[in-house]
């Protein structure tokens, strides 16, 4: 695909956005804002033995992170948590296979920073480095 095609895949994604909604009663749960702009999103997930059974979003953003919230709930499903920890930047930028650029890669890792940092919660260890950074 060109980088059209993934803007315009991205926009569909935003207006049509996969596994929105709330969770009751989750395995674990996360809210992150983005500081600069006032975007925020809560992710929410279920387990089965070490995996994502189910997991959800809610929340306000701009196109790209509220489209990488889209793509990325739909890509963790089955997923490890330990799978799922090894994920940085980079692992989004390949799943919403365009590059935001420096100014926009806040937008783009915020669902995976909640993801992580839930799963950190739920783990009851503490955030790690390299989701600090995300
Ligand atoms: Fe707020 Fe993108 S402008 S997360």
Do not use: W
Not at 81 to 101: F, Q, R, S, T
């Amino acid at each position: 695909m060109d980088s059209d095609m993934y803007a315009d895949e991205l926009i569909e994604q935003y207006e049509h956005p996969h596994n929105k909604g709330a969770i009751e009663n989750p395995d674990g749960e996360m809210h992150e804002h983005n500081p600069l702009c006032g975007d925020d999103i809560t992710i929410y997930f279920i387990l089965q033995g070490d995996a994502i059974k189910d997991v959800k979003f809610s929340g306000t953003g701009c196109v790209i992170s509220m489209s990488t919230a889209s793509k990325l709930t739909d890509f963790v499903k089955g997923k490890t948590m330990g799978e799922i920890g090894g994920m940085g930047a980079k692992n989004v930028i390949d799943l919403i296979g365009i590059d935001p650029g420096p100014a926009r890669l806040k937008c783009a890792t915020l669902s995976l920073r909640a993801l992580k940092e839930a799963i950190f919660l739920h783990e009851h260890k503490a955030v790690d480095a390299e989701t600090k950074k995300l």
